[in-house]
């Protein structure tokens, strides 16, 4: 089978960390005889928009093809990405006609029998397009804030999510909490597929013999309690009201330290509310880090944080929770089923800086023994549960039966 897999979030040598829950998936179908080769376009902006649209420097060095690992091939074709909140809607036609002219060429033309889209808008509009115009099935995967976030704030976007939803043969969702969310969108049960995400827990496992030596690597004492943040810094993560609460118990919890691994275009914010607050002694930014450098930071950790305001199942709990490494996070998406509404970690109300608060005081009241146990639960769950090779068999079950035929089309 020859899938073509259309993903904004997808490494490359410029951003290696970016989309890795898409690359993993796709090595994990490669590994089940899949055929994939990967479309991941690029955003660009003409000059006199580019105002409207942040961040967007970082993919000027993102080549126009490149393949990862020495076996997927991926191209990074252009897109003209409309500003997020006036037209970014129609951003999928844009999409449409950037992949169309890749695969005119003769690098691009093979023949595939699906195309897997990530993402409802613009990923999933302009691979339905594509898919009509080559005669073949196309399925989606919702991610999360394209159904639960961006409806609700984008002009346009809940129509376009919604045509997406009919036009694809199926579609998949990481939590049940999103399959319901989709179907309140768009009614879609009878061709929607609950796909949760997978994690290499052999990657991802307790190490508890170079807790200190990672410490002394990166120079974090060796006493401290240590709460970390792994992901896009961005305030829909819920990290204002993340550094508001550590202030809140900073004073009489001296040991804590507050570590954010990752980046995104409010860095500069929460430094400097870090600094309004009086403790940007104890908050650390490390931008991003390479795959093998996450689990070390786990390791290194007493409790990983996601205060997030929206989500559909981040991956980074799964990691989390197969190091053992006990989790706090709001109750938004597929957490609550993920964490079993608190039973495999503590949950807080999203987006509430005083309930915030108050867990993460639970964690830091807890003793070492009660920790262990919470994280040793989690991992025992996830490991029960959770593999990219289980995601990817649910997967091919899900191309499989949109290749019996395709839906009306409107």
């Known amino acids: 089978m020859r899938v073509l897999v259309i993903s904004h979030m997808f490494p490359s040598p410029a951003w290696p960390t970016y989309g890795n829950f898409v690359h993993r998936q796709v090595h994990a179908l490669m590994d089940q005889a899949i055929d994939v080769t990967v479309v991941a376009p690029v955003p660009w902006v003409p000059p006199g928009l580019a105002r409207f649209t942040k961040g967007l420097t970082r993919w000027r060095d993102v080549p126009s093809e490149s393949r990862l690992d020495d076996r997927i091939q991926v191209y990074y074709p252009r897109m003209v990405l409309a500003p997020r909140y006036m037209l970014y809607a129609m951003s999928g036609l844009s999409l449409y006609y950037s992949v169309s002219k890749l695969l005119r060429t003769e690098r691009g033309a093979r023949p595939y029998d699906l195309i897997h889209a990530h993402m409802l808008v613009p990923d999933g509009f ?217 039973e495999l970690g503590l949950l807080c109300r999203a987006g509430d800086t005083q309930d915030l608060t108050q867990q993460m005081l639970r964690l830091f009241s807890m003793s070492d023994q009660e920790r262990l146990q919470l994280g040793l639960r989690a991992r025992k769950h996830v490991q029960q549960n959770y593999s990219w090779r289980r995601n990817a068999e649910l997967t091919i079950e899900m191309y499989t039966h949109a290749l019996r035929g395709t839906p009306s089309r409107d």
């Open 126 to 342: 302009g691979a339905n397009l594509l898919a009509r115009s080559m005669r073949i099935p196309c399925v989606s995967t919702s991610l999360g804030y394209d159904a639960n976030l961006y409806p609700a704030k984008i002009s346009g976007y809940k129509w376009a999510a919604a045509w997406t939803i009919r036009q694809s043969a199926r579609l998949s969702a990481v939590s049940q909490a999103l399959c319901e969310k989709l179907d309140s969108i768009e009614l879609c049960r009878n061709k929607l597929h609950y796909i949760p995400l997978g994690v290499d827990c052999d990657m991802f496992q307790p190490m508890p013999e170079k807790r200190q030596a990672f410490r002394t690597a990166r120079s974090v004492p060796p006493r401290a309690f240590v709460l970390v943040y792994v992901g896009w810094i961005h305030r829909n993560k819920g990290l204002f009201e993340l550094i508001e609460a550590f202030a809140n118990l900073a004073h009489d919890f001296p040991k804590a330290l507050l570590v954010l691994v990752g980046k995104g275009p409010d860095h500069e914010s929460l430094a400097g509310r870090a600094v309004q607050l009086g403790v940007e002694s104890r908050v650390r930014f490390t931008d991003y880090v390479e795959d093998a450098e996450v689990p070390r930071w786990m390791a290194l950790s007493d409790a990983l944080v996601l205060p997030s305001h929206s989500e559909g199942l981040p991956n980074v709990l799964l990691e989390a929770m197969s190091t053992s490494l006990p989790v706090l996070a709001s109750n938004v998406g597929g957490i609550p089923e993920l964490l079993r509404n608190g």
